[in-house]
């Protein structure tokens, strides 16, 4: 039987351990509380466009800006600047949100 536990089996309240591996040291996430409420900017990037100045002034309430990504597609999540993720725009309780449905490792930025 392996000592691993799966996410699902976490419950409500259950911190996960981490193995810091050579050095033997166990680690729970409530050894992080220090960070926790380090402020971060979180940003979800429908697409973007490039125009002009004189473009931009011309913009008025109803005009329409086409951005480089199509319908469906997914967008990018960034936290701090940084590229995380990708997800989808969801709808939730009448607000937009976004669900996460790929989580981007270092270095795995190709768009």
């Given at each position: 039987?392996?000592?691993?536990?799966?996410?699902?089996?976490?419950?409500?309240?259950?911190l996960?351990?981490?193995?810091?591996g050579?050095?033997?040291?166990?680690?729970?996430?409530?050894?992080?509380?220090?960070?926790?409420?380090?402020?971060?900017?979180?940003?979800?990037?429908?697409?973007?466009?490039?125009?002009?100045?004189a473009?931009?002034?011309?913009?008025?309430?109803?005009?329409?800006?086409?951005?480089?990504?199509?319908?469906?597609?997914?967008?990018?999540?960034?936290?701090?600047?940084?590229?995380?993720?990708?997800?989808?725009?969801?709808?939730?309780d009448?607000?937009?949100?976004?669900?996460?449905?790929?989580?981007?490792?270092?270095?795995?930025?190709?768009?």
């Open positions: 039987m392996s000592d691993e536990l799966k996410l699902e089996e976490l419950g409500p309240g259950d996960p351990v981490v193995d810091y050579a050095e033997g040291v166990e680690k729970a996430a409530s050894d992080l509380a220090p960070v926790f409420d380090v402020p971060v900017s979180i940003s979800a990037v429908l697409g973007r466009a490039q125009m002009s100045v473009q931009l002034l011309q913009l008025s309430s109803g005009s329409i800006l086409e951005l480089d990504r199509k319908v469906g597609e997914a967008i990018d999540i960034y936290v701090n600047n940084r590229l995380v993720a990708r997800g989808e725009v969801v709808i939730v009448e607000r937009l949100g976004v669900t996460m449905t790929e989580i981007i490792k270092d270095g795995d930025t190709a768009a």
